[in-house]
């Protein structure tokens, strides 16, 4: 008999079809690294502790410094990471929030109102005033300039008196209130006026001079679409290189339409949703919105939409921006609200058949979408489908790597080594990068990632593969190449083919922690007779970690096998 060994270098982690990879059967909180390592997965310590279950999550600069801010308990918390203070703010009981930082305040959409923070100012976002017509005459014929805002019960109305009328016609009748008037510039006291808000009409003590916009009176209607606009569940920021708008969706009331901001008196807003700043797309419910290169892709559970920047000149003569829609694709989408990310610069949705990732076009094409997950689809359709469990994909781009977080697991795809594989966590509401961490949001708890947490146990079991021949083998050594760290141990058990699954004892090992920082050989015996492959299983216990540089096998070859 020929004693002879093979040696294996990569591995492929839950991928059976990885090109030059030992891949798993099985794997669990392992991980392949760029070199193709095998990896005990990093854990996740309790960071910050919320005294309530934690409904949404920014993290970003706020005021100069580094803040995390959640909404809990129907407040909204600001916890300074790096000197572990936090404060709180009255969300009015919001059980909801949509966080997005417009220039340099924080924005909060709730259910109970619309907020807006820049660090130490927390205050409702009462809207921008909106001036609705101009040039106009004293009967109340003038040109319209703005639209009403969602925002806002409160209009503004430039005149041009004639020099003869003291009497002012405003747009609307049954008003609620003149909140301000001014003339040439100046505010008028309110003896220089007198208001019918019945009619809807100012008159001015003494007639004024006759002038161009000279006159603009501020008005409240006592009602505007404020309670419609905080509907709206989902948020993000789109535009062109100039500005910024912001977009809105996933309103129950309204499940086809989005709405976006616009420029107030010319300037970037957050503060202004006009009326008609809406667009109807298709006929079934938004899920999702993200953006993909100067494209905003919209997504329903079974069909995509993209919509772009375009200027448009108006009849006035004003240029304005406008977001058309057109189709993309027929049949695929994305199935749960808000679940979608981008990864690597493409959008990645979840579609019935997985995880795709769209590919960018003009073009409405099924090969827009390509399903990435057949590797672990047995494990992420059923997460997927079960819409309770709220499954959500994340991107950390520093790992190169894309989160499907289900109820029970996570299934991580890198996608600069092409490999997935599984993490026993789930149930966790945000997965994010932020001051040079990965954190993690679960219950009342922000987490974050680190080396240092190793309570939980991995496994890794490899396909059965042959040892070169079809001719039987007697196995001897299972040797195995690791780096030692300071708490390296685990243990390896083999299966062979048979009637109830065949395998050995489970054989553990340590590295002592001097030898920390280098390759290590660790030589393990299994005598294994007349085999023709093998399955090989690592493990790493609680506490421990563990990274294998790559295994060996030593057998004698026992000759052609005849079938004795």
Same mark, same amino acid.
């Given at each position: ?54 409904? +949404? @999550? ?14 809990? $308990?129907?407040?909204?918390?600001? @916890? ?46 009462? $809207? ?11 009967? $109340? ?29 405003? +747009? ?30 100012? /008159? ?5 001079? +006759? ?15 404020? %309670?419609? *606009? ?16 912001? *977009? ?17 008196? $010319?300037?970037?807003?957050?503060? !202004? =949703? ?40 108006? /009849? ?34 979840? @579609? ?31 997460? /997927? ?14 790992? %190169? ?27 966790? /509401? ?14 009342? !708890? ?79 015996? =299994? ?12 493990? @790493? ?24």
């Amino acid at each position: 008999m020929a004693k002879r060994s093979v040696y294996y270098r990569s591995f492929g982690g839950l991928d059976r079809y990885a090109k030059d990879a030992i891949c798993a059967e099985s794997a669990v909180d392992f991980v392949v690294d760029a070199g193709g390592s095998l990896c005990k997965s990093k854990g996740f310590e309790n960071f910050i502790r919320s005294p309530a279950a934690i409904k +949404a @999550c920014w993290a970003g600069t706020l005021c100069g410094r580094n803040a995390i801010v959640f909404l809990a $308990g129907g407040n909204i918390y600001d @916890c300074d990471p790096d000197n572990m203070t936090m404060t709180s703010e009255d969300a009015s009981g919001a059980s909801r929030a949509a966080f997005f930082k417009y220039e340099d305040k924080l924005y909060a959409l709730c259910d109970t109102g619309y907020f807006r923070y820049d660090g130490s100012t927390f205050e409702s976002a009462t $809207g921008y005033i909106p001036l609705i017509s101009v040039s106009t005459a004293p009967d $109340g014929e003038g040109t319209a300039y703005e639209a009403v805002n969602m925002l806002s019960s409160a209009r503004r109305q430039q005149f041009s008196p004639n020099g003869t009328d003291a009497c002012f016609h405003l +747009a609307e009748k049954d008003i609620s209130a003149v909140i301000k008037v001014t003339l040439g510039g100046e505010e008028c006291a309110a003896s220089d006026y007198s208001c019918d808000t019945a009619n809807g009409t100012v /008159t001015m003590t003494n007639i004024p001079d +006759a002038g161009v916009n000279t006159l603009e009176i501020t008005y409240d209607t006592g009602s505007s679409g404020r %309670s419609d *606009f905080c509907k709206f569940k989902n948020a993000m920021l789109f535009g062109s290189n100039a500005d910024e708008r912001v *977009f809105l969706w996933n309103n129950p009331d309204r499940p086809c339409i989005r709405i976006h901001s616009e420029l107030a008196d $010319g300037v970037p807003s957050a503060e !202004y =949703f006009p009326v008609t700043n809406y667009t109807s797309v298709g006929s079934a419910p938004i899920t999702d919105m993200v953006q993909e290169y100067d494209r905003q892709l919209i997504f329903t559970a079974d069909s995509a939409y993209y919509s772009y920047c375009e200027m448009k000149t108006m /009849t006035s003569g004003k240029t304005v921006a406008s977001f058309p829609v057109y189709p993309l694709h027929p049949r695929k989408g994305n199935l749960i609200y808000g679940s979608s990310c981008v990864m690597n610069g493409l959008a990645a949705t979840l @579609c019935r058949d997985g995880v795709n990732i769209w590919r960018p076009s003009t073009v409405e094409n099924e090969k827009n979408a390509v399903c990435i997950s057949g590797a672990v689809n047995d494990m992420i359709l059923p997460e /997927t489908y079960a819409y309770a469990t709220g499954a959500k994909l994340f991107e950390l781009p520093s790992l %190169s790597e894309l989160y499907f977080v289900g109820a029970t697991m996570t299934a991580v795809f890198n996608y600069a080594t092409q490999k997935w594989y599984r993490l026993s966590a789930g149930g966790m /509401t945000n997965v994010f990068e932020a001051f040079g961490s990965v954190f993690a949001v679960k219950g009342e !708890y922000i987490k974050r990632m680190t080396s240092s947490e190793r309570s939980g146990s991995a496994s890794y079991k490899t396909h059965y593969s042959e040892l070169g021949s079809c001719a039987l083998k007697d196995v001897h050594f299972i040797n195995l190449t690791v780096e030692a760290g300071y708490v390296t141990a685990g243990s390896v058990k083999v299966y062979w083919p048979g009637e109830s699954g065949v395998f050995s004892s489970e054989q553990y090992f340590e590295v002592d922690q001097a030898l920390h920082g280098n390759a290590v050989s660790v030589a393990l015996p =299994f005598y294994i007779p007349n085999v023709s492959g093998i399955s090989v299983e690592f493990k @790493c216990p609680p506490g421990k970690e563990l990274k294998i540089l790559g295994y060996g096998i030593t057998f004698d070859d026992k000759g052609v096998n005849n079938g004795l």
